[in-house]
């Protein structure tokens, strides 16, 4: 069965600070796809990234990196020098092949303050 | 590009009236659309495929007969939450992706904050 797991419910970190969201997945499909989308105090959900099952190389986009390891089922999310404004709900989530990819799984998302 | 445009933002109604939320999709086509719906400080929980044409899936536990979804057209899917109940207040989020791009984002409408009294 697909899972998507956010351990973490709530984290604080002080402006500047770097914080790491993680994100663990089963799946028991080969070809999947794992997101991360940013839930912001206004409610819209902004798409940040994408990877798909066979590509484990890192990925930087500015303040942001993402750690893929198969090895261990994760998927996690490091902000670098954290803002104010990254105050936000965070969200993993897994599509594969079931119901032709049409599925999202979800996880349950965590809750980042950014205390100024 | 990608633009999921949902209205309305936010609605009040009175218990026992029925809500109407559209979801359109400004500038791709989407055969599918989701509707998800998410409780204060929870996941988003996925009620049901809107199919353009023919009718929508339900997940298990949704009433399909309160929650009607159309997907009249490549570009539109409404959720009529019918005879509303305080029990139905939540946010409600649409979603779409441009049809045959596979695994493609999702690209989410700005949700609808339903409020009923």
């Known amino acids: 069965a697909q899972k998507v797991t956010q351990a973490q419910t709530e984290i604080s970190v002080v402006e500047k600070e770097d914080v790491t969201l993680d994100c663990v997945y089963e799946?028991?499909?080969?070809?999947?796809?794992l997101f991360w989308y940013k839930q912001p105090p206004s409610g819209e959900l902004v798409f940040l990234i994408r990877r798909n099952s066979f590509d484990e190389q890192n990925e930087i986009s500015g303040r942001y990196s993402w750690n893929f390891q198969k090895s261990t089922s994760s998927f996690n999310f490091t902000i670098t020098a954290s803002q104010v404004v990254d105050s936000a709900v965070y969200f993993c989530?897994?599509?594969?092949?079931?119901?032709?990819?049409?599925?999202?799984?979800f996880g349950t998302g965590t809750s980042l303050t950014v205390i100024p | 590009g990608a633009v999921v445009s949902q209205h309305p933002s936010w609605v009040i109604c009175k218990s026992g009236t029925s809500v109407k939320i559209e979801c359109r999709s400004l500038d791709f086509q989407a055969t599918t659309m989701f509707w998800y719906r998410q409780f204060p400080k929870q996941s988003l929980m996925l009620m049901a495929t809107s199919n353009e044409g023919s009718k929508a899936t339900y997940e298990q536990g949704v009433e399909k007969d309160k929650f009607l979804i159309n997907h009249a057209s490549l570009t539109l899917s409404t959720l009529t939450v019918t005879s509303a109940h305080p029990e139905d207040s939540s946010f409600y989020i649409c979603s779409a992706r441009p049809t045959g791009t596979g695994y493609s984002p999702l690209h989410f409408g700005n949700g609808t904050r339903l409020t009923v009294t």
């Open positions: 989530a897994l599509s594969d092949r079931t119901n032709t990819g049409n599925q999202f799984y």
């Open positions: 799946t028991r499909d080969t070809t999947y796809y």
